[in-house]
């Protein structure tokens, strides 16, 4: 018989399955605290339920962790986490410090077949859908050893096309019985699928990202291959439309790229295209990698990008390149696919 991992179950999946062993629905939240707010994934230790529970619990079913295999942090406190998962395929987690209030940074899939031109996941075609409990678990081990306040889903792949295993994922992160994070503190980053999006929004309440990147339907065609499923004008309309946490408001991340879409220009499009959404706004200047034709942007345009927008009263950050010296900034998370596929 094949064991379930209750990491994968969301709690009223967990609630039908002990209904099926004949036991209360209070039971599964009383489990759900034992393992995502006690961290206790042996059954033999949950010591409120019958020792015959417990045994039958575990004939049945199991509770699935994951440990580190490599741990690096960076000079400027970024640690970067590579997790190993049951069938050799790895991916990686990113906790951000700021201030005390450490950010991490989640994948939900091996890989991306999104296929974005200046992202290094997506020079990587998708090899799979992370399960609920792989993601889920990376949260539960770097909370072993740190305080998580906000969990973004930036890390590699692209988290609605993997939308069933992230909703239910997100369900456990901001349950009341499972690890109890606000809603307001967690945030889905997305190329822009748009059916996918407005499921999101109707199955749970989060912030959301939008990789913008671009200010024309040409240049993010090219940039990114989704837009020519869901262009822009579609992609801000729905955007404007999504159910935030209430006081939230959505992010919009624009990657710029040197010679691309750092231009004067680009900024006065990037301002009248987000004109009446209530949104902030990400600048993140590209990070190269080996083997990519794009080039970092020159801080004069970094510059110049953000003191228009912010000229227009528009909230905007310059997210500043973290974990460089590891390899731990956007777009740079890969696992180790690239061993993996040549010594395959
Ligand atoms: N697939 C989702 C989330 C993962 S990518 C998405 O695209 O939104 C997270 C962020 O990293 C996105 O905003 C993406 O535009 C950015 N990114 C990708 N490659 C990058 C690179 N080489 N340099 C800087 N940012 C990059
Ligand atoms: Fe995938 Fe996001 Fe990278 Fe595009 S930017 S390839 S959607 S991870």
Not at 68 to 79: F, L, N, V
Not at 131 to 155: D, L, P, S, W
Not at 263 to 287: E, W
Request: hydrophobic share 35%; aromatic share 6%; glycine share 6%.
């Amino acid at each position: 018989m094949n064991k379930v991992d209750i990491k994968n179950l969301s709690l009223e999946e967990l609630e039908s399955f002990l209904h099926g062993l004949g036991k209360e629905k209070y039971r599964a939240r009383q489990i759900f605290k034992w393992i995502y707010q006690k961290n206790i994934i042996d059954f033999d230790q949950m010591t409120n339920l019958s020792k015959d529970f417990r045994n039958d619990l575990s004939t049945r079913a199991y509770v699935s962790a994951l440990k580190p295999e490599i741990e690096e942090s960076s000079s400027d406190g970024t640690r970067k986490y590579l997790f190993r998962l049951e069938d050799n395929a790895c991916v990686e987690s990113v906790l951000i410090p700021d201030e005390d209030r450490n950010t991490l940074c989640v994948s939900s899939q091996v890989g991306c077949a999104m296929g974005c031109g200046f992202c290094l996941t997506g020079s990587f075609s998708l090899e799979r859908d992370l399960t609920c409990a792989e993601i889920v678990n990376q949260v539960c081990a770097v909370k072993n050893t740190h305080e998580i306040r906000n969990i973004v889903f930036m890390g590699m792949g692209e988290p609605l096309s993997n939308l069933e295993n992230v909703v239910k994922a997100i369900k456990i992160l901001i349950s009341p019985d499972g690890m109890q994070f606000s809603n307001r503190r967690v945030t889905v980053s997305t190329s822009g699928l748009l059916p996918e999006m407005e499921q999101l929004g109707n199955l749970v309440t989060v912030n959301l990202a939008v990789s913008l990147n671009a200010t024309t339907d040409e240049q993010r065609d090219r940039l990114m291959p989704i837009n020519r499923k869901y262009p822009l004008r579609e992609l801000l309309a729905a955007c404007g439309k999504f159910p935030l946490p209430s006081r939230r408001m959505i992010t919009f991340e624009y990657v710029l790229i040197g010679g691309i879409n750092d231009s004067l220009d680009d900024a006065k499009r990037f301002v009248k295209l987000i004109h009446g959404i209530p949104s902030k706004v990400n600048l993140i200047p590209f990070n190269e990698f080996e083997g990519c034709s794009y080039k970092s942007p020159d801080q004069s345009a970094i510059d110049r990008f953000h003191k228009y927008l912010l000229d227009k009263n528009i909230t905007v950050i310059t997210r500043t390149s973290r974990g460089g010296d590891i390899s731990a900034a956007c777009g740079q998370l890969k696992g180790k696919l690239e061993r993996r596929k040549t010594s395959a």
